[in-house]
């Protein structure tokens, strides 16, 4: 580890261009294969690393799973800026529902809550990318309280407008029509507060 | 088939009684092992039944395990019947909350998300018991309606009480307190009505 050759890595190196490869091994084989259809050893294989590398820094295949699509999926859910709390809601409510029903949604969805947490890092992947979330959520949120808009917290648009959804697409309840979900942010706008105590 | 014994036998005989055997096994199998801890031959020896049998009237290893941890779900949380709408919508929540941060809680939530749907009767389970549950919620619900009360209707109930829970337990983000378990049900029963076109 501390031979020449890792003294003079540039930032974004070896570590990044592992980080890459492995990634694009995972994308490659759930392309060709499904979420279930392969093993470390393939990943490793492919992205040209040993299979002790992918556990040291992923801990698991289910781990590394939910790293891969967690991180697509931040890639296809910007945060909106539309300069209305109601147009940002009504934005990111039907990105997010086009996301969890589109073809990978729902193996993202089981997978991110499939993480069985005994591995060191499993749930880390899950973890930074929910907080992560709720970062820029707020950030969103703080924006309309800037403009002087009364916005609902972060955590109650979760509870009523990701949290019905997610749950109907894991349960197989019924489709999102677009009417569905924006009812879901009208209703949350039409009552913001958030009850004491909750 | 139609051998004697089985035309001679009773209701409940035979297939009861394989039912009772198979159940009966995967719940000491999983008390013993944990829910991804045996095998379908495992289920079978231990019942007394031939594979075949269980792969025939199951699909598979979790259908078998949604069966038997939603059947046992079913009876630890009977629907109240408080005489009010809040007493039995807050009963029913409270209720719900402790099934799913219970000991098996996480495990039976993950079993119900987790069915593929790829063996025929994979989702079947699954969605007999939420078609189950729904008819009972509705039971609850038309009480009310006929005490003269406003119920939200069952969908609703489902979609601002029991989602935001569940997403929490399923994606481990923080504690079901009873303040906010009860702050659900406030809010809900403080707007009963559904958005129109949702």
Redesign the interface.
């Known amino acids: 580890m501390d031979d020449e050759h890792q003294r003079t890595r540039r930032p974004g190196g070896r570590s990044a261009r592992v980080g890459a490869a492995v990634h694009q091994a995972v994308s490659d084989l759930v392309g060709e294969r499904g979420y279930s259809g392969f093993t470390v050893s393939e990943v490793a294989a492919r992205a040209g690393v040993a299979d002790t590398t992918v556990y040291r820094r992923w801990g698991s295949l289910e781990a590394l799973l939910a790293d891969v699509t967690l991180t697509r999926l931040n890639a296809q859910s910007p945060m909106p800026d539309t300069g209305s709390l109601a147009g940002d809601l009504h934005t990111y409510a039907a990105q997010v529902a086009r996301v969890i029903t589109g073809p990978d949604g729902l193996a993202v969805?089981?997978l991110?809550?499939?993480l069985s947490?005994t591995g060191p890092d499993d749930?880390r992947t899950?973890?930074d990318f929910?907080a992560d979330r709720a970062r820029q959520l707020q950030s969103m949120l703080d924006r309309a309280a800037d403009r002087g808009e009364q916005p609902p917290d972060a955590l109650t648009v979760?509870?009523?407008v990701?949290?019905?959804m997610?749950?109907?697409v894991?349960?197989?309840?019924g489709p999102l029509t677009a009417?569905?979900v924006?009812?879901?942010v009208?209703?949350l706008l039409?009552?913001p507060a958030?009850?004491?105590?909750?």
């Open positions: 969805l089981r991110a809550v499939a947490g749930l899950r973890d929910l979760v509870d009523h990701m949290a019905p997610y749950i109907r894991l349960f197989g309840a009417e569905y924006a009812g879901l009208d209703r039409s009552n958030r009850p004491s105590g909750a």
